[in-house]
C-alpha cells in the first residue's frame, strides 16, 4: 500500500490527466448512427428534416 501511495503523490498530475482525456473522449466522441443502409439515409433526407452527414473512411 506504501508503494501505491508513493507512485501517487509523484505522477498524481499525469495520472489525473490520462484520467480527464479518456473522460473526455467517452463524452465528447460521436455516437453510432441508428441507420442500417443508403437507402434508409435517403429515406430520411426525403422526409424533409434537418439531417447531418459525417463521412468516415477506415483506409
Do not use: H, I
Amino acid at each position: 500500500m506504501a508503494r501505491l501511495g508513493r507512485l501517487w503523490r509523484e505522477n498524481w498530475m499525469t495520472l489525473v490527466a490520462l484520467a480527464a482525456l479518456a473522460v473526455a473522449y467517452l463524452v465528447l466522441r460521436t455516437p453510432a448512427s441508428d441507420l442500417d443502409s443508403p437507402e434508409q439515409a435517403l429515406e430520411r433526407l426525403r422526409q424533409g428534416k434537418p439531417t447531418v452527414l459525417y463521412f468516415f473512411s477506415n483506409t
